[in-house]
Structures are given as structure tokens and as C-alpha cells.
Nanobody, 122 residues
Framework: QVQLVESGGGSAQAGGSLRLSCAAS?????MGWFRQAPGQEREGVAI????????YYADSVKGRFTISRDNTKNTLYLQMNSLKPQDTAMYYC??????????????????WGQGTQVTVSS
């Protein structure tokens, strides 16, 4: 069982930046970030391959968000720039033992963090 703990959420103005972190209790394969806004379904934001060489992004965040990982620290990151009010959501870290699939489906991931809130004001 892998435990995931997110941190770094908070409030920002539109156009600002935040950096999320996710500490894993042990090494994992594919990792990713998902988000869920009030009244909306959870959606994939970005995922990264086990070695970090391949990434996938939702169209809504391409060019603004960057996913990365430090396998020496078992930590996943999400750098969020040019934030928009529509980025407001609970952000969840996810992991699985194997590789990534570009579709970014929730069902592809076995382990989930508790979430960290991101609020962007206009």
C-alpha cells in the first residue's frame, strides 16, 4: 500500500502561481494530478511516466502547468502558472505501480491522496 500526501495548495490571484507537492511513502510507477471542482466530476490534469520522461496534460492546462517528479525523494510536483479562476478545485495526487496511459482515467490509478484545495480569485 502506498500513502500519498499532498501539500502546497492555497489561494492565489488570477495570473499567479502555486506549486503542489505529493510525497509518496514508497517508489511508484505512473503518477498524476487530478482535480475536482464543486459539482463537477474529477478530471485528469497531468500525468508523468515512472522515469519522468513522458508527460501528458489536459488541454485546459497545457502551457501553464508543469508536472515533474523527483524519484530520489518519491515526490511529485505540479507547478501551476498563469492561474485562472476556473482552476479552482480540490487537487488530488494519484499513483499506480505500472506505466501511464494517455487517457488519464481515474480507474488507471490505485492510490490516491486526500487532496489539497486550490482557490484562484479574479
Amino acid at each position: 500500500q502506498v500513502q500519498l500526501v499532498e501539500s502546497g495548495g492555497g489561494s492565489a490571484q488570477a495570473g499567479g502561481s502555486l506549486r503542489l507537492s505529493c510525497a509518496a511513502s514508497s517508489a511508484t510507477g505512473c503518477m498524476g494530478w487530478f482535480r475536482q471542482a464543486p459539482g463537477q466530476e474529477r478530471e485528469g490534469v497531468a500525468i508523468i511516466s515512472p522515469a519522468g520522461g513522458v508527460t501528458y496534460y489536459a488541454d485546459s492546462v497545457k502551457g501553464r502547468f508543469t508536472i515533474s517528479r523527483d524519484n530520489t525523494k518519491n515526490t511529485l510536483y505540479l507547478q501551476m502558472n498563469s492561474l485562472k479562476p476556473q482552476d479552482t478545485a480540490m487537487y488530488y495526487c494519484a499513483a499506480v505501480g505500472g506505466g501511464c496511459y494517455a487517457a488519464m482515467r481515474e480507474s488507471d490509478f490505485d492510490y490516491w491522496g486526500q487532496g489539497t484545495q486550490v482557490t484562484v480569485s479574479s
